[in-house]
Structures are given as C-alpha cells and as structure tokens.
C-alpha cells in the first residue's frame, strides 16, 4: 500500500504541472541539457530547471517523499499518449543517486512505453532486461563509451577525480558512484566526494513554490 500511496501521490502532483504534449525525440535531445543540471550543487539551482525543461516535451518530474515502509527511489509510466511521468524521492539524498535514478526513468519514458517502472531499494533488476536497458542508458547518459572504458585506469586522486569530472561534465560524486557501480571502489569508499541533500532543504524549496 505504501508503494500505491507514493505512486498516487505523484500523479495529484504531476497534475499540477502543465505539460506539453510528449515529445519523445525533443525529450531525448533536451537529456544532453539535463545533464549540466548535474554539476549544480544545491536542489534550489536544479529543482525547477528539471521540471521546466521535461515539462516542454511532455514529461511531468515530480518529487514525492517516501511514506513508512516505502522504498523506491523513482518511479517512470505513460500517463497517456500525450504525458508520462518520473516521481523521484530523494531516496538516498546524495547527487549519485539522485541523478543515476532521474537518467533512469528516463529511459524507461524512452524505452518502455507500456507498464509502470518502480525502482526500490530490494530490486537490483539484474533479472529484467526492461531494468538492464535503463541503467545503462543512464549509465551512457551520464558517461560516454570512451570515458566508461577509462573508468578502470582512472587514477583516484582528488585532482585525477577532479579532472576526470569537469572533462565529461558530471559532478566527483557522480563519478564515484560510477566507480563504485563497476566494483573499481567499494561503496563504503571515497563518498565524502557525494553532494548530500536533505528533505528539509528540499521541502522548503518545494513549498517556497506553491
């Protein structure tokens, strides 16, 4: 139930937003712009940046807290023919997350135009090939092939990290949960490079709108 209260609470919030109708191709070349977003560092210079551009091509980004007992960490459907949606929670409150997820979905919007796509905490989707198909479009997203093959042999110092992210334009953090997402690092290691968000910060931006 908690899961259904999430996803119903998205829609009522993606019903706010007035959309364009969908646009897949104008969605798919708007994710190069979408990606810059990543480099910021606080939701407030972000937030609405993401909901105004998905917005121009049909595509409602909400972001909904997880109530009790609730895991996911995003959620992507069709609505109709002419809007889908991606609900984000925030789940992990770290820029890695929060942006592999966002990418994600996307994929799923771009991808898989028929079912309702739930990523939680317990579902790795090493079983679904719909799931295999987002993260590596997000991963490709994020990373192009070239710079996915350097990952190996990148050399883990605060200015090799630095470097590595300004020249594919991603934040360290993203970088680190790549790194880590590949068995390079571990996941206890290196995460003080992670922008870390909290819901009260992103609460008030939230109501600061409304």
Known sequence: MS???WLRKGEIEASKI????FNQALFEEKLIEIKKLTRKKNPINFIFDLQNICAETGVAVVFVKNPKGCTASGAAYHISEKKAIIILSFRYLSDDQFWFTFFHEAGHILLHKKGVFVEELNHDGLDDEE???ANAFSTNILLSK???SQLN???LSMEGIA???INNG???GILIGQLQYIGRIGYHQLNGYKRRYTWTDISSILNDKI
Request: one cysteine or more.
């Open 3 to 5: 899961v259904s209260a």
């Open 163 to 165: 470097r590595f992210a």
């Open 153 to 155: 042999s990148l050399e």
């Open 131 to 133: 799931e295999k198909e």
């Open 18 to 21: 007035n959309c364009q109708p």
């Open 146 to 148: 070239e710079a996915q």
């Open 170 to 172: 991603i934040s360290p």
